[in-house]
């Protein structure tokens, strides 16, 4: 391996995280002063600047990054513009009501949200981003543009030394890549998940820590480490979300709780069987899904949606 001083390092075994780096905005104005990004802590500091100095902000995608610094911003009374080209926020990561509910909750606390809306560039003044361009020929004004609108693996290493790789370097259960003395783990790759066909790329800790334990246990010729149902968290104002199992077409879903108490849980099921768990200050009910998932355990949807009920009592024996 040669580092970018063309120094030569040896190794038996590599373990490739090379993490990922934001999508950029493919759209005329995007080098504006005040057109930012949020991945580093760098990122992070000249952010919070912005909301100290309660400018307005323009926030170029509805995924949970995005909602996340709406939430802060907006806890600090800065005037905040979600801007979403699918007709949804969250549009691939969450399902339909969870969508729903979250951009009720974010809009009753003074968020604005437009879906549905192609940016086309951004305006500014004196080199500094002063409005974000949608295609109906309106412009949201704004002192600050976060764009998140998704992020790419960071897998030119990976591809430069013929691994194999498909928007991500492609990995095992155990992290191993297609070269047999090469790991990888992280953002950057493809990787299998329970109850998921194929590969799938995570971006979460949870996911980043599993594959840390499948690749340690690997180079010391441990067991494998056990397979873990796929879950990640938000933080949105007094909103602790944890979804837990990969929401895609279920043939039911049962509300638990209510949405405007903060406190409810969306159970996914095919038939009966959980598939995943979209949860909000409900840590008992993510944490029962989590298990029914791993355990393939079919549930009475009835009785699971009666927060009388006991969650142990919602399966069927």
């Known amino acids: 391996m040669y580092s970018s001083s063309a120094q030569a390092t040896d190794y038996d075994l590599l373990v490739l995280a090379t993490g990922a780096e934001p999508r950029g905005l493919p759209a005329p104005g995007s080098d504006l002063a005040g057109v930012l990004t949020l991945r580093t802590l760098a990122d992070a500091r000249v952010l919070r600047k912005a909301v100290i100095s309660r400018g307005r902000i323009a926030i170029i995608g509805g995924g949970y990054v995005g909602l996340e610094v709406a939430a802060v911003a907006r806890a600090n009374g800065v005037d905040v513009t979600v801007i979403e080209r699918e007709d949804r926020v969250l549009a691939r990561v969450a399902s339909t009501r969870l969508s729903e509910i979250l951009a009720a909750y974010h809009r009753d606390r003074g968020t604005k949200i437009l879906t549905g809306a192609q940016v086309v560039g951004l305006s500014g003044d004196d080199g500094h981003v002063r409005g974000v361009l949608l295609g109906d020929g309106t412009q949201v004004p704004c002192d600050i543009a976060l764009v998140g609108i998704g992020a790419v693996p960071r897998d030119g290493l990976a591809v430069a030394a013929g691994l194999a790789c498909e928007q991500g370097i492609l990995v095992d259960h155990r992290a191993r890549t297609s070269d047999p003395s090469i790991f990888a783990i992280g953002d950057v790759t493809r990787r299998p998940l329970m109850g998921v066909d194929g590969l799938q790329r995570l971006e979460s800790i949870p996911s980043a820590v599993e594959q840390a334990r499948q690749a340690t246990a690997s180079i010391v010729g441990a067991a494998p480490a056990s397979a873990e149902v796929p879950w990640f968290w938000s933080d949105q104002l007094d909103l602790k979300l944890k979804i837990a199992g990969v929401v895609s077409a279920p043939s039911g879903t049962v509300l ?52 009388a009920v006991p969650l142990r009592d919602t399966v069927i024996k």
Do not use: Q, W, Y
Not at 281 to 287: I, K, V, Y
């Open 256 to 307: 638990r709780g209510d949405p405007a108490s903060g406190r409810f849980a969306l159970f996914h099921h095919v038939d009966g069987k959980i598939t995943a768990v979209e949860s909000a200050n409900s840590p008992g009910e993510f944490m029962a899904g989590k298990k029914f998932i791993a355990g393939g355990e079919r549930i009475d949807p009835t009785r699971l949606a009666d927060p």
